[in-house]
């Protein structure tokens, strides 16, 4: 993968050259808080961020988004706004990983996904490396660092970024740029390795995630399910807010009378009690313990067996946005039988 680097005295300078790619969007503050917007100025961007509220997800499958319109004579597919161009600025490592994920459900396969496949084409991704917080344990999951699914990636070396060439895409982007950016000397390699080290020695959270889908296994029946399920409240805000949850509902409006409507998808989950609910009114998942049990057994284990790992990737959004305080490394750690140190 080529390696450069760009002094930071000149990110100013890039930043208005990647406009030309697309509408450049970064993570902004929002009170407290950090959310990925379209930058009216550059100087909003805040590549300090911990976390955004919402992954970069939405961008790629939309909270609602049309699908098509139908009448009598046939269906057309909708299409505004898969053809527009941004450039996503300072997505974390997390982040692109969680990408990557979901690039495995809705690409790979016989029938990939339409629309996220547009978008996923006419959005860049340039990731900047982060500094964990006490809620971060993407190391655990192994998606601390990433070798795909962006097109720069951008670690901070103090006076400079180390930057990562990720695709054809990031090479035009720095080649525009090209007296912006300097080779690599040995000292930098260096620092990076320093810095590589010094970054993994930082994580507070922790979680062990070998062997973890067997222990699902044998703990099928642990009373730990039926404590969550008297816990949760079934907000939804778990899934809504995580990289890695993609399910959604279908929902058709008819224009009765004129043989017309639409179709839509929109953000749905599996902690709703409507999300198993079938024809006939039968329930697969009853009680909210569950259908809390299911979303732990699908991204701990059913994702491990289908795709060879986690779902999860350590964000840390789920533990700060439960209204509950349900914590998953809290869980996954007394499901192991260790302590839980926060
Ligand atoms: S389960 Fe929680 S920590 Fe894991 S990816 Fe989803 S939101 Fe992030
Ligand atoms: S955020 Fe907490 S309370 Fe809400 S559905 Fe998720 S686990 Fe339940």
Same mark, same amino acid.
Request: proline fraction near 5%; aromatic fraction near 12%.
């Given at each position: 993968?080529?390696?450069?680097?760009?002094?930071?005295?000149?990110?100013?300078?890039? *930043?208005?050259?990647?406009?030309?790619? =697309?509408?450049?969007?970064?993570?902004?503050?929002?009170?407290?808080?950090?959310?990925?917007?379209?930058?009216?100025?550059?100087?909003?961007?805040?590549?300090?961020?911990?976390?955004? $509220?919402?992954?970069?997800?939405?961008?790629?499958?939309?909270?609602?988004?049309?699908?098509?319109?139908?009448?009598?004579?046939?269906?057309?597919?909708?299409?505004?706004?898969?053809?527009?161009?941004?450039?996503?600025?300072?997505?974390?490592?997390?982040?692109?990983? =969680?990408?990557? $994920?979901?690039?495995?459900?809705?690409?790979?396969?016989?029938?990939?996904?339409?629309?996220?496949?547009?978008?996923?084409?006419?959005?860049?991704? $340039?990731?900047?490396? !982060?500094?964990?917080?006490?809620?971060?344990?993407?190391?655990?999951?192994?998606?601390?660092?990433?070798?795909?699914?962006?097109?720069?990636?951008?670690?901070?070396?103090?006076?400079?970024?180390?930057?990562?060439?990720?695709?054809?895409?990031?090479?035009?982007?720095?080649?525009?740029?090209?007296?912006?950016?300097?080779?690599?000397?040995?000292?930098?390699?260096?620092?990076?390795?320093?810095?590589?080290?010094?970054? *993994?020695?930082?994580?507070?959270?922790?979680?062990?995630?070998?062997?973890?889908?067997?222990?699902?296994?044998?703990?099928?029946?642990?009373?730990?399910?039926?404590?969550?399920?008297?816990?949760?409240?079934? !907000?939804? *805000?778990?899934?809504?807010?995580?990289?890695?949850?993609?399910?959604?509902?279908?929902?058709?409006?008819?224009?009765?009378?004129?043989?017309?409507?639409?179709?839509?998808?929109?953000?749905?989950?599996?902690?709703?009690?409507?999300?198993?609910?079938?024809?006939?009114?039968?329930?697969?998942?009853?009680?909210?313990?569950?259908?809390?049990?299911?979303?732990?057994?699908?991204?701990?284990?059913?994702?491990?067996?289908?795709?060879?790992?986690?779902?999860?990737?350590? !964000?840390?959004?789920?533990?700060?946005?439960?209204?509950?305080? $349900?914590?998953?490394?809290?869980?996954?750690?007394?499901?192991?039988?260790?302590?839980?140190?926060?």
């Amino acid at each position: 993968m080529k390696t450069l680097k760009l002094p930071k005295s000149k990110l100013d300078f890039f *930043a208005a050259v990647i406009q030309q790619f =697309g509408e450049v969007h970064a993570p902004v503050a929002r009170g407290d808080e950090f959310a990925f917007e379209r930058l009216e100025r550059w100087s909003d961007a805040r590549l300090d961020y911990n976390r955004t $509220i919402l992954p970069p997800k939405k961008y790629f499958l939309p909270p609602r988004e049309e699908m098509f319109t139908y009448t009598a004579d046939g269906y057309v597919p909708s299409t505004e706004g898969l053809d527009q161009k941004l450039v996503l600025f300072g997505v974390h490592a997390c982040d692109v990983y =969680g990408l990557n $994920i979901l690039d495995e459900v809705f690409l790979d396969g016989p029938h990939p996904d339409p629309y996220y496949k547009a978008r996923r084409r006419n959005v860049a991704v $340039i990731g900047i490396d !982060c500094i964990p917080d006490e809620n971060c344990f993407c190391r655990s999951m192994r998606a601390d660092f990433v070798d795909k699914g962006f097109d720069l990636f951008f670690y901070d070396m103090g006076d400079a970024f180390f930057t990562l060439v990720g695709t054809a895409l990031g090479d035009d982007m720095v080649l525009s740029a090209a007296s912006l950016f300097e080779p690599v000397a040995p000292q930098d390699v260096a620092a990076y390795k320093a810095h590589s080290q010094a970054k *993994a020695e930082m994580f507070k959270l922790d979680v062990e995630i070998r062997d973890l889908p067997e222990i699902f296994e044998m703990e099928y029946t642990s009373a730990i399910w039926e404590e969550l399920g008297e816990k949760c409240l079934a !907000c939804g *805000a778990c899934s809504m807010v995580c990289p890695t949850c993609y399910c959604y509902d279908v929902q058709d409006t008819v224009k009765l009378g004129e043989c017309a409507g639409s179709r839509e998808r929109c953000w749905d989950t599996c902690l709703f009690s409507s999300h198993a609910r079938v024809a006939g009114g039968e329930n697969f998942r009853e009680e909210q313990s569950d259908r809390i049990k299911f979303r732990f057994y699908h991204k701990q284990r059913g994702f491990v067996a289908e795709y060879g790992r986690p779902s999860c990737i350590g !964000c840390g959004r789920c533990i700060v946005s439960c209204p509950v305080d $349900i914590h998953v490394v809290e869980v996954l750690n007394r499901l192991r039988g260790v302590a839980h140190v926060a």
